[in-house]
Nanobody, 118 residues
Framework: QVQLVESGGGLVQPGGSLGLSCAAS????????MRWYRQAPGKERELVAT???????NYADSVKGRFTISRDNAKNTVYLQMNSLKPEDTAVYYC????????????WGQGTQVTVSS
């Protein structure tokens, strides 16, 4: 069982920046990847950014060049730095941890609201 606790959401003006954090509890099995998803009202949950245990990263086209995902393995924490925010970035952001042992399992945080508005 992996517990994820997110923090850092809030209200920001367009063009502003915001950072999210996700602290993961210790896992009996390796966490293969950690990801940030978001879900806007009336829309499906979408994958925003991924970072693997090896440090490889991947981003949705809509956030490339504006968002940066990183992790601190010592603190078991993943971060999402969001710059040049747009109103369309408004959503609930969810942290996700993927393990593959003993079986493929996804763990989710409770979500944190990000609102981009003037």
């Amino acid at each position: 069982q992996v517990q994820l606790v997110e923090s850092g959401g809030g209200l920001v003006q367009p063009g502003g920046s915001l950072g999210l954090s996700c602290a993961a509890s210790r896992s009996a099995f390796p966490i293969i990847a950690m990801r940030w998803y978001r879900q806007a009202p009336g829309k499906e949950r979408e994958l925003v950014a991924t970072i693997t245990s090896g440090g490889s990263t991947n981003y949705a086209d809509s956030v490339k060049g504006r968002f940066t995902i990183s992790r601190d393995n010592a603190k078991n924490t993943v971060y999402l730095q969001m710059n040049s925010l747009k109103p369309e970035d408004t959503a609930v952001y969810y942290c996700n941890a993927l393990i593959t042992q003993p079986q493929l399992t996804n763990y989710w945080g409770q979500g944190t609201q990000v609102t981009v508005s003037s």
